[in-house]
Nanobody, 123 residues
Framework: QVQLTESGGGLVQAGGSLRLSCTTF????????MGWFRQVPGKDRDLVAA????????FYADSVKGRFTISRDNAKKTGYLQMNNLKHEDTAEYYC????????????????WGQGTQVTVSS
């Protein structure tokens, strides 16, 4: 059974930084893409960033380009999202996700989801 555990969320002032981590358990199907999504109440879950199995393909939402960096350590089975220069509009529940595909960049392509971690940016 695949399980994803996120950590690193919290409350931060605008302009500050946070680093989210996502550790995977029970993945037995070889290579997989990882992604970070975020959702606010009443709205759809949106892609923030995604990274392919090798790290050679990376996608970012326009709203986070230049501020967020996605990375992964396959040996540790862990993905990361470094968030710098945070803005109030980055406030959301952040979800880690795994896709059975080697490259994935839409919600529909991801198969497994974490429970989410709240990020709150005070203005």
């Amino acid at each position: 059974q695949v399980q994803l555990t996120e950590s690193g969320g919290g409350l931060v002032q605008a302009g500050g930084s946070l680093r989210l981590s996502c550790t995977t358990f029970g993945v037995t199907f070889g290579g997989f893409a990882m992604g970070w999504f975020r959702q606010v109440p009443g709205k759809d879950r949106d892609l923030v960033a995604a990274i392919s199995w090798t790290g050679g393909s990376i996608f970012y939402a326009d709203s986070v380009k230049g501020r967020f960096t996605i990375s992964r350590d396959n040996a540790k089975k862990t993905g990361y999202l470094q968030m710098n220069n945070l803005k109030h509009e980055d406030t959301a529940e952040y979800y880690c996700a795994v896709s059975r595909l080697l490259i994935a960049d839409t919600v529909q392509k991801f198969d497994y989801w974490g429970q989410g971690t709240q990020v709150t940016v005070s203005s």
